[in-house]
């Protein structure tokens, strides 16, 4: 029971979060919820309100995408977002730490208000490996659904080699895919080379890009504009990997002919199970360093 009574408000998303909550409380951790559906007969508790899941608590679980600018928590459990006040966040625990994905700026005037410290788990490479897998796994079918032909033999282009760009490039090279990595840094061009990639440096990408039959783009920068679109092939799909508002200029390529597809969240939509056990892992790892320090 490595978390024996930490006290652990876990809140809102999606199936993800069912997962956390549920293996938290495997854990040893108290643990209440609020917007998630666990069923009737779960032993953890299920409240009713903001006020009675943060009452006490030491740690609190957002979704992955924390909440929007208005301050609003998702559920996909058929309830309206949940307004994250700062009367209910002072019912919590002196010292709260707050786990989410992201943190938008009203995350941290909502917890600066209360002393309360925020861990972005996005920014944890350990969560942003493990969460590659799901992504890359989705990124494929939805490849498989828009395309009439096979990623086995297809010129296919991974813009980006970080944590995504890299399991990417290696799952479509295992399909047999002709695989080409673009990136901008001459490092990780070296570490593609030495994995068996074509590489192609991001200044040079409108000299290669005509070949590509699929690009998975996965640099959170305006890097596919117009301007590389007008070299594309219109029978290529580009799935856009990258945290909105994407990388590509979608106007442009709906223009051009070319389809274009922004895919967020993938793990939570492919593969939640797994997506919520890699969360937890990280999550129970912080909270028991976290234990370890109080
Ligand atoms: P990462 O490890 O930081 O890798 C990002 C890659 O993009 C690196 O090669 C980086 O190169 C490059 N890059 C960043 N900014 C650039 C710029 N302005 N110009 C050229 N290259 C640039 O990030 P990651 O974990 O792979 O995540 C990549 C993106 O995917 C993020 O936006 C993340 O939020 C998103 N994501 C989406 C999903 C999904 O379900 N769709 C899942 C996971 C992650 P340098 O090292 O040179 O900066």
Do not use: W
């Not at 309100?49 to 992955?64: F, K, N, T, Y």
């Not at 350990?126 to 079918?141: K, R, V």
């Not at 673009?182 to 990408?205: C, N, P, S, W, Y």
């Amino acid at each position: 029971m490595p978390l024996k009574g930490i006290r652990i408000a876990v809140l809102g998303g999606d199936a993800r979060q069912v997962i956390v909550a549920r293996e938290l409380h495997n854990q040893g951790a108290l643990v209440k919820t609020f917007g998630l559906f666990l069923g009737k007969s779960s032993p953890i508790k299920q409240c009713e309100d903001l006020e009675s899941l943060l009452r006490g608590v030491q740690a609190l679980i957002l979704p992955m995408p924390g909440m929007n600018e208005n301050g609003e928590v998702y559920t996909s459990f058929g309830r309206k977002p949940i307004k994250v006040t700062k009367e209910a966040l002072d019912s919590a625990g002196k010292g709260l730490v707050i786990y989410v994905g992201v943190a938008k700026p009203i995350l941290f005037d909502l917890a600066r208000g209360i002393n309360a410290r925020i861990v972005e788990l996005a920014e944890i490479d350990e969560l942003a490996i493990l969460n590659s897998i799901p992504t890359a796994e989705g990124a494929l079918q939805i490849a498989f659904e828009k395309t009439p032909f096979t990623v086995h033999g297809s010129a296919v282009f991974v813009l980006g080699f970080g944590r995504t760009g890299m399991t990417m490039a290696r799952v479509v090279n295992a399909l047999g895919a002709k695989t080409t990595v673009v990136a901008r840094k001459e490092a990780q061009l070296a570490r593609a080379f030495e994995m068996g990639f074509t590489t192609v440096h991001l200044v040079d990408i409108l000299n290669s890009i005509g070949r590509a039959k699929i690009i998975f783009n996965t640099i959170p920068a305006p890097v596919i504009t117009e301007g590389i679109l007008e070299k594309i092939s219109t029978d290529c799909l580009i799935v856009d990997l990258a945290s909105a508002p994407g990388g590509t200029d979608f106007k442009a390529a709906k223009k051009l002919g070319i389809e274009a597809v922004l895919a967020p969240g993938l793990p939570g939509k492919v593969a939640p199970r797994t997506a919520g056990f890699m969360v937890t892992k990280v999550v129970s790892r912080l909270l028991r360093e976290e234990m370890t320090k109080l």
